[in-house]
T-cell receptor, first 118, second 113 residues
Framework: GAVVSQHPSRVICKSGTSVKIECRSL??????MFWYRQFPKQSLMLMAT?????????EQGVEKDKFLINHASLTLSTLTVTSAHPEDSSFYIC??????????????FGPGTRLLVL | DAKTTQPPSMDCAEGRAANLPCNHS???????VYWYRQIHSQGPQYIIH???NNETNEMASLIITEDRKSSTLILPHATLRDTAVYYC??????????????FGKGTKLSVKP
């Protein structure tokens, strides 16, 4: 149980185009979904937190107009990188929070999407 | 900054137990200890978590000291597929606070044949 998928796993795009990444919780309804970014040889950094039906909360320094997050349902969140530039090339990872009991949640991560902007 | 301290790297022989230490001396009473691992070019994988008591599941055991200032993740019979970066994270684990899991540098575990 607690499987999270991402699509696509890898994408190459031209500078100036937009790219959409999907994140799905396959066997549970996620109370919250999160988007992280990881640059080579660095640790994961949280970009934004999203709850179904409400606007995402972005971390400091993350442009909300550039990284559009839509949380359409309890099992689906999408991240759209608008007008992508080479510096946006990174490994994007989503996670979904599964409330196992009334007081504790555990985050489960997707396999990641590697974005390369040329 | 991460609230935990881990050795940057460790080696382990295949088939032997791997014991990964973590210091979290500033942990608060309502914070859990979570362990994740990240195999190269993949998303982090949840391993185990605990609050006060020792925990065991099909992947690993978690030993938390009585004062909760440190813990040890134990992989009882390490295999080559356990080679990964292991992250020890403390978090309240509730109400969205778990969103900001602070991943430090972790411990790179290399399991050798």
């Amino acid at each position: 149980g607690a499987v999270v998928s991402q699509h696509p796993s890898r994408v190459i795009c031209k500078s100036g185009t937009s790219v959409k990444i999907e994140c799905r919780s396959l066997d549970f309804q996620a109370t919250t979904m999160f988007w992280y970014r990881q640059f080579p040889k660095q640790s994961l950094m949280l970009m934004a937190t999203s709850n179904e039906g409400s606007k995402a909360t972005y971390e400091q320094g993350v442009e909300k107009d550039k990284f559009l997050i839509n949380h359409a349902s309890l099992t689906l969140s999408t991240l759209t990188v608008t007008s992508a530039h080479p510096e946006d090339s990174s490994f994007y990872i989503c996670s979904a929070s599964n409330r196992r009991d009334w007081y504790q949640e555990t985050q489960y991560f997707g396999p990641g999407t590697r974005l390369l902007v040329l | 900054d991460a609230k935990t301290t881990q050795p940057p790297s460790m080696d382990c022989a295949e088939g032997r137990a791997a014991n990964l230490p973590c210091n979290h001396s500033t942990i608060s009473g309502n914070e859990y200890v979570y362990w994740y691992r990240q195999i190269h070019s993949q998303g982090p994988q949840y391993i185990i978590h605990g609050l006060k008591n020792n925990e065991t599941n099909e992947m690993a055991s978690l030993i938390i000291t009585e004062d909760r200032k440190s813990s040890t993740l134990i992989l009882p019979h390490a295999t080559l597929r356990d080679t990964a970066v292991y992250y020890c994270i403390v978090d309240e684990g509730y109400g969205g606070s778990q969103g900001n899991l602070i991943f430090g540098k972790g411990t790179k575990l290399s399991v050798k044949p």
